[in-house]
């Protein structure tokens, strides 16, 4: 079992940052790729942001791309979402999912394990 919990999450003004940190616990954190998924009320959940094991190598949504980044520190078994000039259509509950696979995934039925999401409001 993994445990994800999320962080970090907040009210910010439009074209403000706020950085989301999910740490993991309960098994070798390198061994799972990780991704970012947001759902807004009434839609479905949606892929923001993934990264592979190593980290080398990162993907976006192109409604976020430029503006977010996914940093993940190994050691410290944290993945990060860095999301710079919000937007309010950015507003959602925010979370961060992990899987076993060896490839990058941006589908929810990919992901294993998820965290209990952190609610981001971006005002106008």
């Known amino acids: 079992q993994v445990q994800l919990v999320e962080s970090g999450g907040g009210l910010v003004q439009a074209g403000g940052s706020l950085r989301l940190s999910c740490a993991a616990s309960g098994r070798t954190f390198s061994n799972y790729a990780m991704g970012w998924f947001r759902q807004a009320p009434g839609k479905e959940r949606e892929f923001v942001a993934g990264?592979?094991?190593?980290?080398?190598?990162?993907y976006y949504a192109d409604s976020v791309k430029g503006r977010f980044t996914i940093p993940r520190d190994n050691a410290k078994n944290t993945v990060y979402l860095q999301m710079n000039s919000l937007k309010p259509e950015d507003t959602a509950v925010y979370y961060c999912a992990a899987t076993s696979g060896s490839s990058w995934y941006r589908h929810v039925h990919e992901y294993d394990y998820w965290g209990q999401g952190t609610q981001v409001t971006v005002s106008s």
């Open positions: 990264i592979k094991r190593s980290g080398a190598n990162t």
